[in-house]
């Protein structure tokens, strides 16, 4: 069931330059989106949400961008940094149909900012 | 910055033995979850809980699994008679509010049954 994709499985960058990670989606009742970012051995980290009323949302270096006709997504970080290396986890919650915020996950883009 | 924990890191066990899984959420979240993730696969949901009850479940939440609050502070999961393929990292997670409130996750539990 791939309602929430991350096609690309890996993404490498060079520190300083512009890491772009996408995400699409399958279901037009999906309302609120989250970018999670993972590192080995710990927790998914809350990093960025959207809601389906906005197109953009801003936080620092991340922004997140939603285009809601092409059921897609897609998270700017700006400059990345070394740092920023991590497994990163697109969400989405469909609380309209749902009785709590059961996200469903993308299977995940790693990322490596190279020095 | 508040957080929620989970013990233990990490739980061996053999096929067929009960575990628990522990679990505190953020002292004024109201709402707890559990999921997992078997290795090299997607997060998925598990079980939502409020009010002291489940509010929503998955269809791997079958009758060998139980979520239960037994105090003000723990969340608890239990799965009644483990098999090989319940290994996985199970995660807590909490959140506030319903809706466009976000989930705050634990660092996990890795389930190793044998």
């Not at chain 2, 999961?77 to 098999?83: A, C, F, N, Q």
Request: proline share 5%; charged share 20%; net charge neutral.
């Amino acid at each position: 069931d791939q309602q929430v994709k991350q096609n690309s499985p890996s993404l490498s960058v060079q520190e300083g330059r512009i890491s772009i990670l996408n995400c699409d989606y399958t279901n037009s009742m999906f309302d609120y989106f989250l970018w999670y970012k993972k590192y080995p051995a710990e927790g998914p980290t809350f990093l960025i949400s959207i809601s389906s009323i906005k197109d953009k949302n801003e936080d620092g270096r991340f922004t997140v961008f939603l285009n809601k006709s092409a059921k897609h997504l897609s998270l700017h970080i700006v400059p990345s940094q070394p740092g920023d290396s991590a497994v990163y986890f697109c969400a989405a919650n469909p609380f309209r149909i749902s009785a709590t915020n059961k996200l469903i996950f993308g299977t995940g883009t790693l990322l490596a900012v190279q020095p | 910055e508040p957080e929620v924990t989970q013990t233990p890191s990490h739980q061996v066990t053999q096929m067929g033995q009960e575990v628990i899984l522990r679990c505190v959420p953020i002292s004024n979240h109201l709402y707890f979850y559990w999921y997992r993730q078997i290795l090299g696969q997607k997060v998925e949901f598990l079980v939502s809980f409020y009010n002291n009850e489940i509010s929503e479940k998955s269809e791997i939440f079958d009758d060998q699994f139980s979520v239960e609050r037994p105090d003000g502070s723990n969340f608890t999961l239990k799965i009644r008679s483990t098999k090989l393929e319940d290994s996985a990292m199970y995660f807590c997670a909490s959140t506030k509010d319903r809706g466009e409130s976000p989930l705050h996750f634990g660092n996990g539990t890795r389930l190793t049954v044998t």
